[in-house]
């Protein structure tokens, strides 16, 4: 590999933190022009849920077959393949004119957002071998990601306030050029390796969620009961009973079971899903609320959620692991998910005519303080019980857990608010009415999920020491 010098060494860290800002964005600048995508291309509130879960199913289930392509092929490599497909896929969507066509294309940007993603560790752990300096490294690289969040709420409200909803993928065009053509100066070579791909186990365990939310989503339209939504979880758990047995058979898992068996790593995998469930339903819902009952322009949605995502960044790039030095992992873990149920609960109770001050921001910053909080903790939780060489699958393994429970979660909140909006209406309540009715039982169901969660977090949770300082900061800034 090639030996870089430190100003070279760090501008290459700057161009990968350029491209998972972008990938990033990608995960949240979409909510705020839900609406607008929907009246321009036709989508049903059920089927609008495709427009994030399509990015999300593939970039989550192809997170930990990025890293092995990388280690076969080499980083540098795959990180441009990801980025290249990343920026046309982003080109796609901004021209898409149907509903198929744009979906396509997310799925497509989430292809490359995972292969992208996850060479980007490798190459970050690769350019930075000192503990100081890998520690200040990850601090920023895990500052990028924190923040995209709250960046991308705000410009895509800028970007579909001044223009339209097409611009909040084809901003992503001149950065993606950008970082390829920077990566091609900055990035080290590297070597390729000799690891296996594990194919099967991807295709399998992607097909099979695909599979599950598609039935979650048209579950109401199609009936609970009916043999296509019957014969679709059917499929789903044949191909995850698939996934199961190719994961123990093969010599590299895309996912090794043993690591289940640790008792940190399954509870912190199942505390994930149902936290992610609530997550990804309270930011999709929200945004719908506050623009098809508010009124609330694009521009404005973007800086109702503001704050609370501000909050989120702060607690997760440092305060977070302080208070998991003073305290522990499983009371920060427990608090944060709880702060999130109880965030959940107080949207529920938003009226039609709410006021942003008293009805929506205590929600908006509480959730941004609960997962603030908790993020640090479960990462934490989750490499406890691992050996040193594979903390950072576990920490893959448990970032794809959440990517997933969040996708399920928001097919089946979505699915539930459409249900209850759909039943108001029948019983004559008024638009408006309907879908705030629909919401509050979503919200409510969400908030048991986050609170089922942290009950889990108390329940199982085996109680450990406090990591060092400088180890909290490091694995909590990624």
């Not at 070279?8 to 972008?22: E, F, G, I, K, N």
């Not at 996850?118 to 970050?124: M, R």
């Not at 607690?315 to 499983?330: E, P, T, W």
């Amino acid at each position: 590999m090639t030996i870089l010098d430190s100003r070279t060494r760090w501008l290459a860290l700057y161009v990968l933190c350029l491209a998972s800002l972008m990938i990033v964005l990608d995960t949240t600048i979409v909510n705020v022009a839900l609406p607008s995508i929907r009246a321009d291309l036709g989508f049903s509130q059920t089927s609008l849920a495709w427009v994030v879960n399509a990015y999300v199913l593939t970039y989550a289930g192809l997170l930990l077959l990025g890293g092995r392509l990388g280690d076969l092929f080499g980083h540098r490599r795959l990180f441009l393949l990801g980025i290249g497909l990343f920026t046309a896929a982003s080109l796609a969507c901004g021209l898409a004119t149907s509903e198929t066509m744009l979906v396509t294309a997310r799925a497509v940007q989430g292809v490359g957002g995972a292969v992208a993603s996850a060479v980007s560790l490798s190459l970050t752990m690769t350019l930075f071998t000192e503990t100081g300096e890998r520690a200040k490294a990850m601090g920023i690289f895990g500052f990028v990601a924190a923040g995209g969040g709250s960046i991308g709420v705000l410009l895509g409200g800028v970007l579909v306030d001044l223009l339209d909803w097409h611009w909040i993928f084809l901003v992503n065009l001149p950065i993606g050029v950008l970082v390829c053509v920077l990566s091609l100066r900055l990035l080290p070579r590297g070597s390729r390796g000799t690891a296996r791909l594990d194919l099967g186990g991807a295709l399998t365990v992607t097909a099979a969620l695909m599979l599950a939310v598609y039935a979650i989503v048209n579950g109401n339209e199609a009936g609970w009961i009916s043999a296509q939504t019957l014969g679709l979880l059917g499929g789903s758990a044949a191909l995850l009973g698939c996934f199961l047995a190719i994961e123990s058979r093969v010599a590299a898992p895309l996912m090794p079971l043993a690591l289940f068996r640790l008792r940190n790593v399954a509870t912190s995998n199942v505390t994930g899903v149902l936290w992610s469930a609530a997550m990804f339903a309270c930011f999709f819902l929200s945004a719908l609320y506050l623009q098809l009952v508010l009124g609330y322009d694009p521009l404005h949605v973007g800086l109702a959620f503001l704050p609370g995502n501000a909050i989120m960044a702060l607690f997760s790039l440092g305060l977070s692991a302080k208070i998991v030095l003073r305290f522990g992992i499983k009371r920060p873990l427990a608090l944060g998910l709880t702060c999130v149920a109880g965030a959940l609960l107080l949207l529920a109770r938003a009226p039609v005519d709410a006021s942003f001050a008293l009805d929506v921001l205590p929600g908006m910053l509480l959730i941004g303080l609960g997962a603030g909080i908790a993020f640090n903790p479960m990462l934490l939780a989750a490499m406890s019980d691992v050996e040193p060489q594979d903390s950072g699958l576990a920490s893959g393994i448990v970032n794809t857990a959440f990517m997933m429970g969040g996708a399920l979660g928001l097919a089946v909140l979505a699915s539930v608010a459409s249900s209850r909006t759909a039943s108001l209406r029948a019983d004559g309540h008024s638009v408006a009415a309907s879908l705030t009715g629909g919401y509050h039982l979503a919200f409510g169901v969400g908030a048991l999920f986050a609170l089922a969660a942290a009950v889990i977090a108390v329940v199982r949770l085996r109680v450990a020491e406090a990591p060092p300082a400088a180890e909290a900061v490091s694995v909590g800034s990624v």
